[in-house]
């Protein structure tokens, strides 16, 4: 944006401000992952935020505030020093604000602290919604690595063997055996550095898919390019495990006595029996990685499938919902409030539209708001949790989104303002403030006072049904009109007979004829809205599947290299068992009994590993434990199997020799 706009009036909401300023590019505001295209003075949220009042109550704590400390001084000394300040404000000001409090919770209140953090990488709740998840495709990320790596080092060892002649002739004509690893070093680092710069490209591709398979809003910034620290990052992991992975091959192909080694592995079944050691090694190492990331894959594939069976408590087939914000728009409540009737109307009138439905808070959008509630006949006291979540709605709104009416009615255009208030309870709220027999017909109240009246009557009674997450309980909820109160914004549910698609594009011509400028948020089908709220769970199946099967196919790859490059090396040995007697079946035995040692130690290690890291990640486990018997039976007869048929075909190679031909072999 130009600096010529600096004293340009624009609209934000509604109102009227003046440009002051314009951010530094690159500068995405102090929510990570937030996208703001405004900043306007915290004096003015109650003006820019329609009904929010969070000003008035004192008792409402929301904000958040960034400090910098003078130079030389530490965290931990700054904490110290504002809490001062901060204690005296808690327990000389605020202490006497708050109500209902007992003696004990008057204590922890007005033992609050402040706690500094550093804030270079601003506020976000990232890190412990995703957190995990994060973590833990980067560990299934590294797993995948090192049995990439496992395959280059063993293919390099049998490079190497078949260069021993090489390194011999250059260290017999005065060649030193560091310029000799120096020059094979290098061959593993540029092997790194050309797998490095194709990874490149696979991360992009990567990056875009994750990105299309997580949601996000109008306001939501995520960035898919790659940064200079993200380079020397992959660049610095690619060359260092080229490095570490080659090194020992280049050692062992440089060994002082290479000569005299090479003669005196010439009748050794495997070659030099440390090479053989660490190749097998390698290969079961890379067998039990592979265990642990199909272990876990199907743990979260399980978890996902068990998401998906959720019982939802509504009816997401041909179910489309949006938003609209008229208050942004300076909308005045009663305006807003006639609006919201003739959206009602609208989009009623759409050729196939079943149902329509209001709310003020979207389902299963991670998204709710509570109040503290008194009850007929339920006895709180002081620290009693008496909060529920509730929801303002519209008629027709819980026949629309599917939520089956138990008890009573559903509200009508005449439960407006100045009628008497009414509310509708869900099971759960029920349960809490044992209304087990009469609910309708019960009185409540949106406070905690006790002076103040019971003041609404519950005229209904819904199914539970989830609220804020598919995977959390479902939460007590009450239910009121929204036209009896001041309402901005609102989510509209429409049910159609016809193609969800016809719908979505019906609905933006339907409002824009009320009125054009009215920006339509977030219009999608309810099926898509439930992806979203289980996007983590989506993202960490995909990838840990796809991740465990590259790591499965490597692994066969490395178990069939080290097999097929050990036959060769056992030839006359197998030769002169085949010439002493033994038949084919038993030389397939020999071969596959040495797959099923590694497979069975190397499954073993893995299965540990994948009970371990399930434990750790059990939260992101959902109805699953993470010892559950048929992901466990399943991920190891699949290894097992995999690793089968890796053997199967040196085994049949080996079978097949002539017993001349084997003993003549060089």
Not at 397 to 420: I, K, N, W
Not at 433 to 461: C, K, Y
């Amino acid at each position: 944006m130009s600096p010529s706009v600096i004293g340009e009036t624009v609209l934000v909401n509604g109102v009227p401000m003046t440009v002051i300023g314009v951010a530094p590019q690159g500068f995405f505001g102090t929510t990570l992952g937030e996208l703001p295209e405004v900043f306007a003075p915290l004096s003015m949220r109650e003006r820019l935020g329609g009904g929010w009042k969070g000003f008035e109550n004192r008792r409402s704590y929301w904000i958040y505030v960034f400090g910098r400390t003078q130079p030389g001084v530490a965290l931990d000394e700054a904490a110290a020093a504002i809490n001062v300040p901060f204690s005296a404000l808690i327990n000389d000001v605020e202490a006497g604000l708050q109500k209902n409090m007992s003696e004990a919770t008057m204590r922890q209140f007005r033992a609050r602290r402040l706690v500094l953090e550093p804030g270079a990488r601003g506020q976000n709740s990232i890190d412990r919604e995703a957190g995990a998840a994060l973590t833990l495709l980067l560990a299934v990320t590294a797993f995948v690595l090192l049995i990439a790596c496992a395959n280059i080092a063993n293919l390099l060892l049998a490079r190497g063997a078949s260069r021993a002649a090489e390194m011999a002739v250059r260290l017999s004509i005065g060649a030193s055996r560091w310029q000799v690893v120096r020059q094979l070093l290098t061959e593993s680092a540029v092997l790194a550095a050309c797998g490095g710069v194709l990874g490149l490209f696979v991360a992009s591709w990567t990056l875009q898919g994750i990105v299309a398979m997580i949601a996000t809003g109008d306001n939501v910034f995520i960035d898919t390019g790659v940064d200079g620290a993200m380079l020397l990052f992959s660049a610095g992991v690619a060359v260092s495990t080229g490095l570490l992975f080659g090194l020992f091959p280049a050692l062992h192909s440089t060994r002082p006595d290479l000569v005299t080694a090479i003669k005196n592995a010439a009748g050794q079944p495997s070659g030099a029996r440390a090479a053989s050691r660490f190749r097998t090694t390698l290969a079961t190492a890379q067998i039990a990685l592979s265990t642990t990331l199909l272990i876990l894959a199907g743990l979260f594939t399980k978890s996902l499938v068990n998401i998906s069976r959720v019982d939802l408590g509504i009816a997401t087939e041909r179910l489309v919902v949006f938003g609209i914000s008229p208050e942004r728009n300076g909308y005045t409540p009663a305006r807003s409030r006639a609006l919201f009737e003739r959206i009602e109307d609208e989009i009623a009138a759409i050729p196939g539209v079943s149902g329509v439905g209001l709310a003020t808070v979207p389902l299963l959008a991670d998204s709710d708001r509570g109040k503290g509630v008194r009850v007929e006949g339920f006895k709180a006291d002081a620290d009693t949790d008496s909060s529920s979540m509730y929801n303002q709605t519209g008629p027709g709104y819980f026949g629309t989104v599917g939520m089956r009416m138990l008890q009573g009615r559903d509200f009508t255009r005449a439960d407006s303002e100045g009628s008497p208030k009414v509310a509708i309870v869900n099971e759960a709220f029920a349960r809490k403030f044992g209304l087990t027999r009469h609910v309708v017909g019960t009185r409540m109240a949106m406070d905690t006072e006790s002076t103040q009246p019971l003041d609404i009557e519950i005229v209904g009674l819904v199914k539970d049904a989830k609220y804020s997450q598919v995977k959390d309980a479902v939460p007590p909820v009450f239910f009121t009109p929204y036209r009896q109160d001041p309402v901005g914004s609102v989510v509209v549910y429409a049910r159609t007979r016809l193609d969800e698609a016809t719908l979505l594009q019906a609905i933006p011509r339907a409002v824009a004829t009320l009125d054009r400028d009215l920006p339509i948020e977030g219009l999608w089908s309810m099926d898509r809205q439930i992806k979203d709220n289980v996007g983590q769970d989506r993202v960490v199946s995909i990838l840990s599947t796809a991740f465990a099967l590259l790591a499965t196919l490597l692994a066969a790859m490395g178990l069939y290299g080290v097999l097929a490059y050990t036959m060769a090396q056992r030839t006359r040995e197998i030769g002169l068992r085949m010439a002493l007697g033994a038949d084919a079946a038993r030389v397939r035995r020999l071969v596959l009994g040495q797959v099923a040692r590694m497979t069975l130690i190397g499954g073993a290690i893995g299965l540990l590993a994948a009970v371990g890291l399930g434990i750790v990640s059990g939260s992101r486990l959902y109805q699953l434990t993470p010892y559950d018997p048929v992901v466990l039976t399943t991920s190891t007869m699949l290894l097992a199997a995999v690793a089968f048929a890796a053997g199967l075909i040196p085994a049949l190679r080996a079978s097949h020799l002539s017993p001349m031909a084997a003993l003549r072999n060089d």
